[in-house]
């Protein structure tokens, strides 16, 4: 498996580089350290290859300007004393270190894996193509009897065959220029040769980006040929109201006939751009052929059997997923379930039985469901708990940082200060920690308005989990699976928590949600005492298969981020402009503007919002509000939508608030 290096694998990668290259100089190594500086200012080009926990394989890259006509350098110039200052965010090339695969498990096609991934990312980001200098490593073995400049003309004609470079031109580099006293290196006499593969080369295994949908006409991707709603979507509607609840709300009068990627066609014709992503569901977009595949050859095997009653592979093949990519190298278990709601409470049922204890710590703005437990935990009263009590007992809820909402004559140290002390506070003036199973956090608030909780926060969550045998639980059931430009949210503050939710893109779409974890938590029931009837159905299973395998490819994840830095782009333009536009925050690409009547008193402005949503809507693309004071539009796009796409947009919810 080929996938993000976390922080998590620098010490094997650098105990993994003595195995590849046994005889570099050490002062040309690269050490943990510098995989965690180069993990902080590129993540995106990070890979490694596992065999489960164990780093076999890697390679690091940079971004750089190059002329590739006029490349001298040597190692030393690209290292600059510590590697990661020559990396230039606006570079037009990747340039890529082939740390290389272990001795044991060459042969396996790991190298080109590798190498595939490094292009999917060039596609990703734009760039001109991928430079590396090879190692000419058979050198060091005829030097004796050839010079460099005949291998080097052997290489390029094909007579020579090197253990390193000719696996290089197979996966399409060209050979450029002879590169003398590069590093050194016996092996290869200190030679090594500029090479090059262009972004328009194809590389075995790589997967191009499916091409932006072709615009037909000056409108781009969004087509109207009727009012919003249209005659068949009113007629719908109109059903809607007279068979369903009346309590379940809808953020638009959009009746949807069918969507592909980040596009959806109503009953009447119209086609959206979709900004809102089934409530961050849709990371891998609407309809991803893959997916839909799977679920059709699942459903012609059997729908479901109920893993209650007998064992099927999708289930334990999942699970297995799930304990590979979650945050943490330690043993790890999985428990499937139906909703994001369902699996925070059995991570809720775990840890008190794994503690004995029956406290639960919560936060302000925090939402983690509508079951009893669950809308016990959750925040913001009147949409969601009004009516509804009473609620589950011992629980403790606690006040979470949000910065925006600095308190009148604190600064934003001052005021995390005294949101930390507050952690501590309630250990004596709301319950011992002694009777304290879990806190439970999402590492971003999504219903309080797409709040990241401060790094030293959750460090301090964490501190005082290790210290009182308390389970630390990370609902990642919005935040997950690429949502922030990383697979989970957490994974930006290098915290490891004990227990992982996920939901929502898990299943693209799909009714399924996990419960991942420290094993021995995950063993602490007894046989009988968790499950449920569709908990892991074997559709949701294989959809969430292809989601999770999608999401986690490296290239998928630096679009996501691609579309972050465009979404903070043109949202700062509002801000700039708008003085409605209070605040632009949020990770990634899960991104938030907050909507003011006053920038000073900060007074919320829902009734605007509103308006800007259902304007946005008439325009052509589907939005929602979020926030404790519904004051919020949120950005949940399918993460598989164009720049394009994306764009137009956020050009017509840019338009929408100009008119407010």
């Known amino acids: 498996m080929v996938t993000a290096t976390r922080a998590e694998h620098a010490v094997q990668l650098e105990a993994l580089q003595f195995e590849v290259f046994p005889t570099l100089a050490d002062q040309e190594r690269f050490k943990a350290a510098h995989y965690l500086k180069h993990l902080e200012l590129f993540p995106e080009g990070q890979f490694v290859g596992l065999d489960g926990a164990r780093v076999v394989a890697a390679t690091s890259t940079i971004r750089r300007p190059f002329d590739p006509g006029h490349f001298p350098h040597t190692f030393e110039d690209i290292i600059q004393g510590g590697w990661m200052t020559s ?37 990703a980001l734009g760039l001109r193509g991928q430079l590396a200098a090879g190692m000419m490593s058979g050198f060091g073995a005829v030097k004796d009897r050839m010079r460099a400049e005949e291998y080097f003309e052997g290489l390029r004609a094909g007579r020579i065959n090197d253990p390193t470079l000719s696996m290089q031109l197979r996966a399409g580099f060209e050979i450029r220029a002879l590169l003398p006293d590069y590093l050194h290196d016996p092996v290869c006499d200190n030679y090594s040769v500029l090479i090059v593969l262009d972004a328009a080369r194809d590389v075995p295994g790589a997967i191009r980006p499916a091409p932006a949908h072709q615009k037909g006409d000056q409108m781009g991707f969004i087509k109207l040929k009727t009012e919003v709603p249209g005659p068949r979507s009113r007629e719908l509607l109109a059903r ?32 959206f751009i979709d900004l809102v992503g089934g409530i961050g569901m849709l990371a891998v977009g609407h309809s991803p052929p893959a997916v839909v595949h799977a679920i059709e050859e699942q459903a012609r095997k059997f729908i479901h059997v109920c893993a209650l009653v007998a064992t099927y592979e999708p289930y334990v093949r999942l699970s297995e997923l799930l304990n590979e990519v979650t945050p943490g190298s330690f043993p790890k278990k999985t428990l499937l379930a139906n909703s994001g709601a369902e699996s925070v409470e059995n991570a809720v049922k ?45 629980i403790v ?18 005021y995390l200060d005294w949101s930390v002390q507050q952690l501590e506070l309630a250990f004596t003036a709301q319950v011992d920690p002694s009777a304290v199973a879990a806190f439970v ?26 210290q009182h045998g308390i389970v630390m639980i990370a609902d990642e059931v919005q935040c997950g699976f690429g949502r922030t430009g990383k697979l989970f949210a957490v994974e930006h503050t ?37 499950g449920g009837t569709y ?47 209070g605040d632009v925050r949020g990770l990634g690409p899960m991104m ?65 608030i100009a008119a407010q």
Not at 403 to 412: I, K, V, W
Not at 495 to 523: C, N, W, Y
């Open 441 to 466: 956090i999402e590492p971003v608030q999504g219903e309080a308005g797409f709040i990241p909780i401060p790094e030293r926060f959750l460090r301090r969550i964490r501190e005082l989990c290790d």
């Open 494 to 530: 290098g915290i490891v928590p004990d227990l992982v939710v996920t939901a929502k893109s898990l299943g693209a779409g799909m009714p399924i949600s996990a419960v991942t974890g420290r094993a021995e938590i995950m063993d602490s029931a007894h046989l009988g005492g968790i």
């Open 592 to 656: 938030l503007a907050e909507f003011v009547r006053d920038r000073v008193t900060k007074e919320p402005a829902p009734d605007e919002t509103l308006a800007i949503i259902k304007r946005t809507v008439q325009g052509g693309v589907l939005a929602m509000r979020a926030g404790l004071f519904s004051n919020c539009i949120r950005l949940l796009p399918p993460l598989v939508i164009t720049e394009e796409q994306l764009r137009e947009g956020l050009e017509v919810l840019g338009g929408a």
């Open 535 to 581: 908990g892991g159905n074997p559709l949701a299973c294989v959809a969430a298969i292809e989601a999770v395998e999608a999401i986690r490819r490296p290239a998928f994840l630096a679009h996501a981020s691609r579309l972050g830095d465009v979404m903070r782009e043109v949202m700062h333009g509002w801000q700039a402009r708008h003085p409605l536009v």
């Open 350 to 394: 775990l840890a008190r039985r794994y503690t004995g204890r029956p406290a639960i710590i919560c936060f302000e703005g925090g939402y983690h469901g509508r079951t009893l437990l669950t809308l016990s935990l959750t925040s913001k009263y009147n949409l969601f708990k009004k009516g509804f009590g009473p609620f589950a007992p011992e």
């Open 240 to 271: 809607r109201s007279a068979a369903v609840a009346s309590g379940l709300g809808k953020a638009t009068d959009v009746v949807i006939d069918r969507a592909e990627g980040a596009l959806v066609h109503d009953v009447d014709g119209n086609t």
């Open 87 to 123: 990396h230039d965010p606006a570079g037009e090339w990747l340039y890529g270190a082939d740390i290389g695969v272990h001795p044991g498990y060459r042969g396996r096609g790991l190298a080109m894996a590798l190498y595939a991934a490094r292009q999917e990312l060039v596609w």
């Open 397 to 414: 809820r606690l006040p979470a940082p949000n910065l925006y909402r600095t308190p009148p004559g604190m600064t934003e140290q001052q």
